[in-house]
């Protein structure tokens, strides 16, 4: 079975364009690691005021350096650092640390079906602005829980389903995410395409009341559509090619989202 089982390059929480669920059903293995450059950029034309569509674009773009490690066989640690610039506006965004734990796993003639829990935490590391349609954040911090369910077949092929809760503190409202994600890991060939969702419980909406408005506050939901096509050039490096589209949701843009990481395992 040529699954890539040290496989762990997504890109994860650039901004809610570029997620596509905050771990994996991908484990590096005891001793193993990556380090992910990567650099994109977003190009809306339209924004969700609430859920009605308005012709309202901007340009963001983003370095984002993720590292992730195998505590032992079936626990794993990554995190994530991401520096954005959303017209005039640029900083560094929220460092992100994720634990992921695989619980159960369960051997067939056709596979493996696996189960892992995660947590982590996500926070500002700067006082970036909040207050117009350039913010990088919501200068939030979160406390995030996930379950994870990933099969794998013989094959190569894999399907795997995650959800939870995000918990955020100050005005900000929690949310529930949804990814689901499918696709091929070879020896040296990796795709995926996913659909990713998110559901804000509460918050106000852009241009409603009251006013002035605290940005913090919006609630955002989304649905993304989106893939990643991975190539590995030899045992230590790799690249990554990531598309996505947000094409429905509230307070928040419509548009592609495009990005290239390079990949090195330790």
């Known amino acids: ?38 650099v994109g950029f977003e190009d809306p034309k339209s924004y969700f005021v609430g859920t009605e569509r308005i012709d309202l674009g901007r340009n963001l773009y983003y370095i984002n350096l993720y590292a992730t490690y195998g505590i032992t066989d079936n626990l794993d640690i990554n995190t994530s650092l991401p520096y954005l610039r ?19 796993q369960s051997a067939s003639e056709n596979g493996n079906l696996e189960f892992s829990l995660g947590t982590g935490l996500s926070t500002p590391i700067s006082n970036y602005n909040i207050g117009g349609l350039n913010d990088i954040g919501q200068q939030a911090t979160i406390i995030e829980t996930r379950a994870v369910a990933h099969y794998k077949w013989n094959s190569g092929w894999f399907a795997t389903l995650q959800s939870g809760f995000s918990f955020k503190f100050e005005e900000t ?44 506050a919006l609630g955002v939901d989304y649905h993304k559509v989106g893939g990643t096509l991975y190539r590995s050039f030899s045992k230590n490096f790799g690249s990554a090619l990531n598309l996505s589209y947000i094409f429905g949701g509230r307070n928040t843009f419509q548009g592609f989202a495009y990005g290239l990481s390079i990949v090195y395992n330790l």
């Open 1 to 38: 079975m040529k699954i890539l089982v040290s496989l762990t390059f997504s890109l994860f929480i650039f901004s809610n364009s570029f997620s596509q669920g905050k771990i994996d059903g991908f484990y590096k293995g005891r001793g193993k690691g990556s380090v992910v450059l990567g």
């Open 173 to 216: 409202p929690n949310s529930l995410p949804i990814t689901f994600k499918t696709g091929k890991a070879l020896s040296v060939w990796y795709y995926d395409v996913f659909y990713d969702y998110q559901y804000s419980f509460g918050g106000i909406d852009y241009r409603g009341t009251p006013r002035p408005q605290n940005f913090s």
């Open 86 to 104: 959303s017209d005039n506006e640029s900083d560094f965004q929220d460092i992100s640390v994720m634990l992921k734990y695989r619980f159960f």
